[in-house]
């Protein structure tokens, strides 16, 4: 009886998964990873090693997201306001991509899972820096799902940017003002090539976006939990993708 329950509980998270409908599952999910100070804070630990346990709930996510059949799945892991934490703190966060990576990117590649990062790569350490750029050119031509690392993004920043550039391009003719369009736009923006987010999941309980895909999460279905994000899993995606598989998307429409 005991090895019956332990290999039905050690089975249930995927049995889970398998009781929701595949032909709606959403194709891009975004995550904005909050809470690993307060959970570390909450059990007398110091923030870091919220942070890294923060790191084995992406690995917890990344493979639930797999087996759910996701396409696309992007963590915002450092804004480009973190910036403002105290040094030790920073420096720490810039050491965990290298980390995670050492750890990971074999079984990764195993996965045939496609790393990229959405970011701006000024301030970024060169450690870290290299360490995401060996992940994505050695995973580049893998066609399973994308792991998308959203580091020293920040929404408004990535709009500016754009903006230049498509003023530029104005200004030496390349493009007249009527060239520009939604399409054109998203082009030009550091998540192009991909789709917007489908489903937008915040922990930590806060109730905003914090400069997070503002552009491209205009239709996105938004679902936020008071769990911190070291304490999320398997069985928290799979509440947000049947939470995501109630909801009807209108897109401003009646139906």
């Given at each position: ?114 790393v990229r990062m959405m ?26 799902l994308i792991l998308n ?90 509440e947000a993708v049947a ?13």
């Amino acid at each position: 009886m005991i090895k019956l329950f332990q290999s039905w509980w050690k089975n249930r998270g995927k049995r889970t998964v398998a009781a929701l409908p595949a032909d709606n599952i959403p194709e891009h999910v975004a995550i904005i990873m909050d809470g690993n100070g307060r959970w570390a804070r909450n059990k007398g630990l110091p923030r870091i090693v919220g942070h890294r346990n923060g790191m084995k709930a992406v690995k917890r996510a990344t493979i639930a997201a797999d087996e759910l059949g996701i396409r696309i799945l992007t963590l915002y892991a450092f804004s480009t306001e973190n910036w403002k934490r105290p040094k030790d703190e920073v420096d720490f966060l810039m050491s965990l991509p290298q980390e995670f990576l050492a750890l990971e990117l074999e079984e990764l590649i195993e996965k045939n899972v496609q790393v990229r990062m959405m970011g701006h790569t000024d301030n970024l350490p060169r450690h870290t820096l290299e360490a995401m750029e060996e992940a994505v050119s050695r995973t580049e031509n893998n066609t399973g799902l994308i792991l998308n690392f959203a580091l020293n993004y920040g929404s408004r920043r990535e709009m500016t940017e754009s903006m230049k550039v498509i003023a530029r391009e104005v200004q030496t003719g390349q493009l007249s003002p009527e060239d520009i369009t939604e399409e054109m736009i998203n082009s030009h923006l550091l998540s192009q090539g991909l789709s917007d987010p489908d489903l937008l999941i915040r922990t930590g309980g806060e109730l905003r976006l914090s400069n997070f895909m503002l552009w491209q999460a205009a239709y996105s279905e938004l679902w936020f939990t008071d769990l911190y994000w070291p304490e999320f899993g398997r069985e928290q995606l799979v509440e947000a993708v049947a939470e995501y598989q109630r909801r009807t998307r209108r897109y401003g429409g009646l139906s």
